[in-house]
């Protein structure tokens, strides 16, 4: 036991006597375990994110539109397709056998005011009551609109939750007024707090008002699209009947193409798998080359320490110094350098993943990652200085002695 501290007393006074160095030596380490940790927390934080914000596209929702959501039409393709009609919804659930709701949905943005207060950029959605079923949206207080007044086309609203806290700060907004543009809105719920999708943008930054009132303010401007709930055990099936009855109700013929795209979330979960996949890659290039670097610097100082400390070795061995004794010290030696920029590296990757956390999306660093850091620095130090711990055990005494 007393060989061992004696061994770990001597390799910190050497790392310590050469400080600058140390320091300089331990920089590939740094970003190496900054890079692995740092890419770590951000997948990590990306996979939260995204199933959050699948849940709100739910695996059981099919979404007709005009484009594939990552398609690669040209756009002059896509702006002279016919725009679909809200009749296709009614058309659709009297023929499909899967179809559980359908509710179509046209959007575009507008500003919302009370008195002197404004929300600007807000997405305006008109839909009809089916919206909450294929929509996957609570509402934290008041209702939604009942179906007689989306029958009657009466002045409505359900605000997002930013809305809300944009026009109504420490208020209730429920039965006070708001307008979109002339228009004078009764608000009669208010959504609960979705947060932002995929990062990117809020989904509480809207307002959804009956569609027969959108259709009588905008003038039937705006795209739409219709959202169909289905049975998800059958989502494959029901994707294909729909598609069929689309056709049909589109009036083309079997050699047209369609003119219109059936999108599902598994379009998204695909497009991500491959950005998480580039991004882990980058991460790991990234690593692995600066711990490769990391350690080759390391091996190289260690070689370098070795041959100044000659003497100093041949002197040990004189007075009973044994191989082993050597070899652990220059190990431990190597293995300190290396754990010392990995905890450096850590500490600067707990400091990204706070602003990751505070400016993107929610993310902290998992423990296992640390520890699998530590682990890794850890390795890089002992492979890294076997061979010059090897030569200095293996040096011969009376030539050591003689060294200048």
Request: hydrophobic share 45%; net charge positive; glycine share 10%.
């Amino acid at each position: 036991m007393f060989a061992y501290i004696e061994s770990l007393r001597m390799a910190l006074s050497s790392i310590w006597g050469n400080k600058l160095r140390t320091a300089l030596t331990t920089l590939g380490i740094i970003i190496g375990i900054l890079a692995v940790t740092l890419m770590g927390t951000l997948i990590s934080g990306l996979d939260r994110s995204f199933e959050k914000s699948m849940s709100f596209l739910g695996r059981d929702v099919l979404y007709i539109a005009k484009y594939e959501w990552f398609g690669e039409q040209e756009w002059w393709e896509i702006r002279n397709r016919p725009d679909l009609k809200v009749e296709y919804v009614e058309k659709l659930k009297a023929q499909s056998k899967y179809i559980q709701s359908a509710a179509p949905v046209t959007f575009r943005t507008a500003n919302i005011t009370r008195n002197d207060e404004m929300a600007m950029g807000i997405n305006i959605l008109g839909t009809t009551t089916e919206f909450v079923q294929t929509a996957y949206m609570n509402i934290e207080s008041g209702r939604f609109y009942s179906d007689g007044e989306d029958r009657s086309g009466a002045r409505v609203i359900v605000i997002g939750y930013d809305v809300a806290n944009a026009l109504f700060e420490n208020e209730n907004p429920i039965g006070e007024k708001v307008k979109i543009g002339n228009y004078v809105f009764r608000v009669v719920g208010v959504a609960e707090k979705q947060g932002k999708f995929l990062g990117l943008f809020s989904l509480d930054n809207r307002a959804i008002i009956p569609l027969g009132t959108y259709q009588r303010i905008f003038s039937r401007r705006g795209w739409m699209r219709l959202d169909v709930k289905v049975d998800q055990a059958n989502i494959d099936d029901a994707k294909d009947e729909i598609t069929a009855i689309m056709r049909r109700l589109r009036g083309l013929h079997p050699q047209e193409k369609n003119d219109f795209a059936v999108n599902q979330q598994d379009a998204f979960r695909q497009q991500y798998q491959t950005m998480k996949i580039a991004i882990g890659g980058t991460g790991v290039f990234i690593t692995v080359l600066s711990l490769v670097v990391g350690g080759i610097g390391i091996m190289n100082i260690m070689f370098v320490s070795v041959k100044e400390r000659t003497r100093e070795i041949g002197v040990r061995k004189a007075i009973g110094a044994t191989q082993g004794s050597i070899m652990r010290q220059f190990l431990l030696e190597a293995l300190f350098i290396c754990l010392f920029g990995g905890c450096i590296g850590i500490i600067l990757a707990l400091g990204g993943s706070f602003l990751i956390d505070k400016y993107m999306f929610p993310s902290t660093m998992p423990i296992s990652l640390a520890i699998i850091s530590l682990i890794l620095s850890s390795v890089v130090g002992i492979v890294a200085g076997l061979a010059p711990s090897y030569r200095a055990a293996r040096l011969d005494p009376i030539e050591a002695l003689r060294y200048e």
